[in-house]
DNA sequence: GTCAAGAGTCTTGACGTCGAGACACATCGA
DNA sequence: TCGATGTGTCTCGACGTCAAGACTCTTGAC
């Protein structure tokens, strides 16, 4: 692992090694960058968003949606489990996505509580043009690593994240 | 890197890519991971501060007044570029803060316009053990890698972070 | 059939954050 | 000394989220 440049991350966690040098810090050096990363890659996405005229929240909704694939029709209950909002949130986004005429709202045919949220013509053009556009930015970021370093680094954070799946 | 389980992460790139053949979606296999984790974490680290009584947003600013050691004092305007949330808020959590009597605000010695926080040593106490414990919940979950498997994810992730860094 | 328990969706109020701007003071050049 | 510009902090209104609960309909046991 080549030394490059102290980061960021570098200095907090030399920090805590002097303060606390009865602690083992390492952890730090992992879930701080994990943190750093997860807050620059929602600007980053807002910003490739902004281009088609979209909020993150929305592009989160449409893109369950659309990776369904046709007939782009999901539950309310169904998009809550796959975007991790509450159900409250949910039903806003929804609202607000129907006056934005990108989704509507179906009632269910087999289950009168049940509603099915559709994608709109409007609203598949507007969530493939912001996936290309994302994967532009995401494939530019990693273009940082070395070959190879991209599998290694999926690998490793599906190990981690495979801690939680309990 | 071996294939163990089909993650929730897996299923959803596999269906952009049934959807949407004309892209490559391997970015996906790391930034989704990133945001999934950002999001356990946060969960972890509350239910890792409940204990002491602290909220996520105390903890960090705390954890910043607490690293950069003895006598514990930054301004509102260090805090704001370390915890990476605008002035307004900032504001709110120091107030928030004061009330609790973790923190107190003092006048700046040589700045008529300024304001030093100091953590209390209540303040002192409770981030010390939130911090304790926080890092046994990290080491806990970083034990699913391999040996030499920390160093090479914290090393990839620095790289790919570094990106940002403009 | 009927009733209790469960499931799906929506409503409500409280809360934390953001962004823009206000205000006080500092700094620097003329 | 004076004004212009920069810096540090705080105020305010709008907004999105959450948690809890209300409401409607379904399911299964009796």
């Given at each position: 692992?080549?030394?490059?440049?102290?980061?960021?991350?570098d200095?907090?966690?030399?920090?805590?090694q002097r303060?606390?040098?009865d602690?083992d810090?390492?952890?730090?050096?992992?879930f701080?960058r994990?943190?750093?990363?997860?807050?620059?890659l929602?600007?980053?996405?807002?910003?490739?968003?902004?281009?088609?005229?979209?909020?993150?929240?929305?592009?989160?909704v449409?893109s369950?949606?659309r990776?369904?694939?046709?007939?782009?029709?999901?539950?309310?209950?169904?998009?809550?489990?796959?975007?991790?909002?509450?159900?409250?949130?949910?039903?806003?986004?929804i609202?607000?996505?129907?006056?934005?005429?990108?989704?509507?709202?179906?009632?269910?045919?087999?289950?009168?509580?049940?509603?099915?949220?559709?994608?709109?013509?409007?609203?598949?053009?507007r969530?493939?043009?912001?996936m290309?556009?994302?994967?532009?930015?995401?494939?530019?970021?990693?273009?940082?690593?070395?070959?190879?370093?991209?599998?290694?680094?999926a690998?490793l954070?599906?190990?981690?994240?495979?801690?939680?799946?309990?």
């Amino acid at each position: 692992m080549d030394q490059q440049h102290e980061d960021e991350v570098d200095r907090i966690v030399a920090a805590w090694q002097r303060e606390r040098p009865d602690l083992d810090v390492e952890p730090l050096t992992v879930f701080s960058r994990v943190d750093r990363l997860a807050r620059h890659l929602d600007r980053a996405r807002r910003t490739a968003f902004a281009r088609g005229h979209l909020e993150t929240w929305e592009f989160d909704v449409l893109s369950a949606l659309r990776r369904a694939g046709e007939p782009y029709r999901l539950s309310p209950g169904a998009l809550v489990t796959q975007t991790l909002v509450t159900s409250g949130t949910m039903t806003n986004r929804i609202d607000r996505l129907e006056e934005r005429g990108l989704v509507v709202r179906r009632r269910s045919p087999d289950d009168r509580r049940g509603v099915l949220v559709e994608l709109t013509p409007d609203g598949l053009e507007r969530v493939d043009a912001a996936m290309t556009d994302l994967l532009a930015v995401e494939a530019r970021i990693l273009d940082a690593l070395e070959p190879g370093g991209r599998p290694a680094l999926a690998a490793l954070l599906r190990t981690v994240v495979g801690q939680f799946d309990d």
